[in-house]
């Protein structure tokens, strides 16, 4: 059982920054994709970033992109957001979420690819 824990979220002023993290138990890295998705009220689950494993190829929603990476450490079993020159439109929970690479089949963007899900940090923007 794959187990995700998200933590570094928080408020920030438009312009700031924040990373977040993301660390599993029960799972290889090397052989697993972690993607982040964010949850704003009142709106459905969307994707934001993946990386399909460890050193391996990494996406973006092209609302982020040039604005947040994402990266892995396999010491820690964690992997990193940063978000960089944050909007108020980025406000909205981030969840981190895990499925072994083999099974996203390039779906990467799909709620439903993901068997694993974390608790949720709330991001804050304030304009």
């Known amino acids: 059982q794959v187990q995700l824990v998200e933590s570094g979220g928080g408020l920030v002023q438009a312009g700031g920054s924040l990373r977040l993290s993301c660390a599993a138990s029960?799972?290889?890295?090397?052989?697993?994709?972690t993607g982040w998705f964010r949850q704003a009220p009142g709106m459905e689950r969307v994707f934001v970033a993946v990386?399909?494993?460890?050193?391996?190829?990494?996406y973006y929603a092209d609302s982020v992109k040039g604005r947040f990476s994402i990266s892995g450490d396999n010491a820690k079993n964690t992997v990193y957001l940063q978000m960089n020159s944050l909007k108020p439109e980025d406000t909205a929970v981030y969840y981190c979420?895990?499925?072994?690479?083999?099974?996203?089949?390039?779906?990467?963007?799909?709620?439903?690819?993901?068997?694993?899900w974390g608790q949720g940090t709330q991001v804050t923007v304030s304009s």
């Open positions: 990386i399909l494993w460890s050193g391996g190829p990494t």
């Open positions: 029960g799972r290889t890295f090397s052989n697993y994709a």
């Open positions: 979420a895990g499925q072994y690479t083999m099974r996203i089949a390039g779906n990467w963007e799909a709620v439903g690819s993901y068997d694993s």
